[in-house]
């Protein structure tokens, strides 16, 4: 949260007054009253923020120019194509003002007013401050401007109506800046303005429903939108919460892509990949802080299975002979991988999520963790798809779900061919 | 002070002892990192060189397979499993990962045993050492060099891999298809003027030459400018 908004909106004067103090060491910001030209401080500090929002993820192709836009999105409602962001007057921004980009952040509005798609995620930027989204403005403005334009989106009727657009904004965009909790500490409001405003961690990891709304509270778990993976809830200890965790191992996790608890992988390995790798020691720890507190709203008991039929321990012997051949080198006798390296699949959430769309994928498709600073040259697992037929991939993956005190539902046939496919 | 910094090294050397320990199960090289790969590339192992579609790639030139893992990862060549694999790392790591592969000393295998029509001979070797001027495409040797092994750092060799594999890629320009379509530079533009029967020929014509030699490290001047957008684009990430 910027300091700015902060110290208006609480009464803490004193933590206010350092929070402003460490604010002026840590990005030497000035304060110009008469405000001309933003300095070179300014432009660094909205470079910073487009890469916690990820402007660039988005609106860049790939392998295409930074910021000039072309990148498709498909989601169950079509594909939409990023528009180009840079200076550029005729087929970028470059004729935009700070107001009309402070209405499409804020409110989800394009400059001719025409009402934007959800896809660009403003039901969660509409929750950043007025001076962060200046900032980000004036860098926009300040690089490069490119000329391309981009072809349409591809939404079919109905989706393209105004009117259903409309309907669905009076119903599910609730505008407005983040307001401070005053009960909670300055480092855990930075943290939830992080997550829930420019981070946009909600975009995915919230179920929707059949037109695209959000399900239910913030930060809860779903099928993402579009890409066949599931996104899990940031509010179930079973899924993704980090409750249980230490600061130090949130932190791990969300800066380097690996830790010892969980790698990410998939759409979340992108995120941090080109995002969260990015962010401040400062803002890492104070959305570790935020995501630490977030309360296990688990409603679930914990599901009792009951003792296995002989047919279905057949099953599991037949997956446990593919684990020893193919899994066990890399993942380890008992499950218990090499921390950091190659994840442990026993007491895994991710091997024993409800869905088991992700472990599936991983299955199939194999994968890297992301590069980052902290680990810029990740071990990989191979994919299997072209090695395992279907079935010995449903037996494989029932037998982690249930070993070594994993406990979940087998993975049939039909659960391996719904993971093949999508975007990612 | 003093103190206290030798406190932090301590801990700092504690730290790299355990973390040491546990990794020393798993080796801390390139190899290992490239599991995901060579379950596939399985160079060496030649029944499955000769009987799948898969390419070799240990010891090809390393700026030829940056390029094409770029190409991968952004896109511009298709192939959905390594697209995947790639999708989420930076050029330094595709970069040390075409460092590796293209170090390695593989023997190759054996030629496949296909049987040429003389005309067919006749016709390949002709396009390889003189190339056709009337179409403007200069002798394939002049690019890849007369042992048809590459020319560093950019010109692939040609020896060594399976038929289909190259059929597919030569057919993948001439016909732009999302395979290896996607990308016009020197080569592609070759491709779209050879005839189908030409490319089968020459697929066919290659896969059954012993490999030897090694790749040349010359290229003429108008080579290089006729192949200029690879240059330049590999230039652009050193």
Not at chain 1, 5 to 25: D, E, Q
Request: aromatic share 10%; charged share 20%; glycine share 8%.
């Amino acid at each position: 949260m910027s300091p700015y908004y902060f110290c208006f909106t609480s009464g803490f004067a004193r933590k206010c007054a350092l929070g402003y103090l460490v604010f002026f060491v840590l990005f030497g910001v000035q304060i110009n009253l008469i405000s001309a030209a933003p300095g070179e401080q300014d432009l660094a500090r909205g470079e910073y923020l487009t890469r916690v929002g990820n402007c660039l993820g988005c609106h860049t192709a790939k392998g295409g120019v930074p910021f000039a836009g072309g990148r498709r999105l498909s989601t169950a409602f079509g594909t939409f194509m990023t528009p180009n962001i840079t200076p550029d007057k005729e087929t970028g921004i470059g004729h935009w003002t700070e107001e009309d980009f402070w209405l499409a952040m804020h409110e989800g509005k394009s400059r001719d007013g025409r009402m934007l798609y959800p896809a660009f995620p403003y039901t969660e930027f509409t929750k950043v401050s007025r001076a962060d989204v200046k900032s980000i403005f004036q860098y926009l403005q300040s690089i490069a401007a490119v000329s391309q334009v981009n072809p349409a989106h591809e939404i079919p009727f109905p989706y393209n109506s105004k009117p259903l657009l409309f309907g669905w904004r009076k119903l599910f965009f609730k505008q407005g800046i983040y307001e401070a909790d005053p009960t909670q500490s300055e480092e855990w409001n930075r943290g939830a303005y992080l997550v829930q405003g420019l981070g946009h961690c909600d975009a995915c990891h919230t179920a929707r429903n059949e037109v695209g709304a959000k399900k239910d509270a913030a930060v809860g778990g779903g099928q993402m939108m579009g890409a066949n993976w599931y996104a899990p809830s940031l509010y179930s200890r079973k899924e993704a919460s980090v409750t249980d965790w230490s600061l130090e191992a949130i932190i791990e996790l969300l800066s380097s892509g690996v830790s010892k608890h969980a790698n990410v992988s998939g759409p979340m390995a992108t995120v941090v990949q080109q995002s969260l790798q990015y962010w401040s020691p400062q803002d890492i720890r104070a959305m570790a802080v935020y995501l630490k507190s977030l309360p296990d709203k688990t409603t679930q008991e914990n599901v009792r299975y009951p003792e296995m039929p002989e047919s279905a321990k057949r099953y599991l012997a037949q997956g446990e002979k593919i684990y020893e051949k193919y899994c066990q080198d890399c993942h380890g006798e008992v499950g218990q991988g090499v921390p950091g390296i190659y994840p442990a699949l026993a007491n895994n959430r991710g091997v024993t999520l409800p869905v088991p769309l992700n472990l599936i994928r991983a299955v199939l498709n194999g994968g890297y963790p992301p590069t980052t600073h902290l680990n810029p040259q990740p071990y990989g697992m191979p994919p299997f798809q072209q090695l395992l037929r279907d079935d010995e991939i449903a037996q494989v993956s029932s037998y982690i779900r249930n070993a070594w005190g994993n406990r979940a539902g087998l993975v049939t046939i039909v659960d391996v061919d719904q993971g093949r496919g999508g975007n990612h | 002070m003093k103190l206290f910094i030798l406190i932090i090294l301590f801990f700092f050397a504690l730290n790299v002892i355990a973390e040491g320990s546990s990794r020393s199960i798993v080796p801390d090289t390139m190899t290992e990192r490239v599991r995901a790969c060579t379950i596939c590339h399985q160079d060496g192992d030649h029944d499955q060189a000769r009987s799948t579609y898969y390419p070799r790639i240990a010891g090809k030139l390393e700026g030829y397979l940056f390029n094409q893992l770029r190409h991968f990862r952004d896109g511009r060549r298709y192939h959905q499993p390594m697209a995947l694999l790639l999708e989420n790392m930076s050029d330094d790591y595709l970069q040390a990962i075409a460092r590796h592969f293209s170090q390695l000393n593989v023997p190759y295998p054996s030629p496949e045993s296909i049987d040429l029509k003389s005309n067919e001979i006749q016709l390949v070797e002709k396009l390889i050492r003189l190339g056709d001027p009337q179409r403007n495409i200069p002798a394939c040797s002049a690019c890849h060099g007369d042992t048809l092994m590459g020319n560093t750092p950019y010109i692939p060799g040609l020896l060594g891999l399976p038929s289909a594999y190259l059929t597919a890629q030569l057919s993948g320009w001439r016909s732009g298809s999302l395979i290896r379509g996607q990308v016009t530079n020197c080569m592609s533009e070759i491709a779209k003027q050879l005839s189908y029967d030409e490319i089968i020929a020459i697929s066919r014509w290659l896969a059954t030459q012993a490999v030897e030699g090694e790749a040349q490290k010359v290229l003429s001047p108008d080579l290089i400018k006729r192949c200029q957008s690879i240059f330049l684009e590999g230039v652009a990430q050193e």
